[in-house]
């Protein structure tokens, strides 16, 4: 079993940067591929960014290739998503999941645990 914390969001002037991190507890962390998703009020929550066990294969939204990038570190236990570029249409909240499968996948119902999110705000 994985429990996951997102942390790192806050408010940020559009241009802006912010990393965010998601801590992973349990002895099997490295197994996961792990994504993370965004949900916006009023909107379905989305697909962001994954990166496989090994950090070795990394896939984006279109909305936010180029200017996010997702990363990992193993031994720490922990995933990154550094954002860049940053526009009022970023604002969401920000879950980090953990999927069992080789690569990770774009579709929230194929992950098996989730953080608590973290809130995200770009003012214009």
């Known amino acids: 079993q994985v429990q996951l914390a997102e942390s790192g969001g806050g408010l940020v002037q559009a241009g802006g940067s912010l990393r965010l991190s998601c801590a992973a507890s349990g002895r099997t962390f490295s197994r996961y591929s792990m994504g993370w998703f965004r949900q916006a009020p009023g909107k379905e929550r989305e697909f962001v960014a994954g990166?496989?066990?090994?950090?070795?294969?990394?896939n984006y939204a279109a909305s936010v290739k180029d200017r996010f990038t997702v990363s990992r570190d193993n031994a720490a236990k922990t995933v990154y998503l550094q954002m860049a570029s940053l526009t009022p249409e970023d604002t969401a909240v920000y879950y980090c999941a953990a999927d069992s499968s080789i690569f990770p996948r774009r579709t929230p119902s194929a992950y098996d645990y989730w953080g608590q999110g973290t809130q995200v705000t770009v003012s214009s």
């Open positions: 990166i496989n066990w090994s950090g070795g294969v990394q």
